[in-house]
T-cell receptor, first 110, second 114 residues
């Protein structure tokens, strides 16, 4: 189906740096989900957001459901080599259609 | 099982052959989804099953693609007369119910059409 706008497409950072990525949509979302995918594996759910303005943390990861309900961001603090992978945003829009972003490929240099 | 299980993990076949991919969802999950992921790209929705309701087939790219699900258990995705453009990873996901419950993914079947 129709995809979200996820940016950046890729990031190359040094170990220990913080990372931020986001997704935007032209339509309102009811739920935002953030997943991480390692090579050869399926996406794994990191954080689920259900309310506008909601800010949720999972260890070094923090995600927020934008107040306009049209965007969400994911922050990773103090990155480590195992953070390498592809991060996907996704969610249900107000038509109850499930949509995913194209992914942000993260590379962490030791 | 503990997670979504897909088989085979890899499939290589010749153009024109039919293939069948299998998904075992998490026990008790009523919703099941199939996605296609081309190399380096995001997830493309194919089909969604919710309980005994008629499936949402709006994402199937052509009539060569079909899927079935028996009750709230195993699902099979069938691709007939495969083409090279069908080469991709096919991911299955399940959730406790449909709607906004988070989906849990299997590791996918990597399909290569020669």
């Amino acid at each position: 189906g129709q995809q979200l706008n996820q940016s950046p497409q890729s990031m190359f950072i040094q170990e220990g740096e913080d990372v931020s990525m986001n997704c935007t949509s032209s339509s309102i979302f009811n739920t935002w989900l953030w997943y991480k995918q390692d090579p050869g594996e399926g996406p794994v759910l990191l954080i689920a957001l259900y309310k506008a303005g909601e800010l949720t943390s999972n260890g070094r990861l923090t995600a927020q459901f934008g107040i306009t309900r049209k965007d969400s961001f994911l922050n990773i603090s103090a990155s480590i080599p195992s953070d390498v992978g592809i991060y996907f945003c996704g969610g249900w829009d107000n038509n109850n259609d499930m949509r995913f972003g194209a992914g942000t490929r993260l590379t962490v240099k030791p | 099982g503990a997670g979504v299980s897909q088989s085979p993990s890899n499939k290589v076949t010749e153009k024109g052959k039919d293939v069948e991919l299998r998904c075992d969802p998490i026990s008790g999950h009523t919703a099941l989804y199939w996605y296609r992921q081309r190399l380096g790209q995001g997830l493309e929705f194919l089909i969604y099953f919710q309980g005994n309701s008629a499936p949402d087939k709006s994402g199937l790219p052509s009539d060569r693609f079909s899927a079935e699900r028996t009750g709230e258990s195993v699902s099979t995705l069938t691709i007939q007369r495969t083409q090279q453009e069908d080469s991709a990873v096919y991911l299955c996901a399940s959730s406790l119910v449909g709607g906004t419950h988070p989906q849990h993914f299997g590791d996918g079947t990597r399909l290569s059409i020669l």
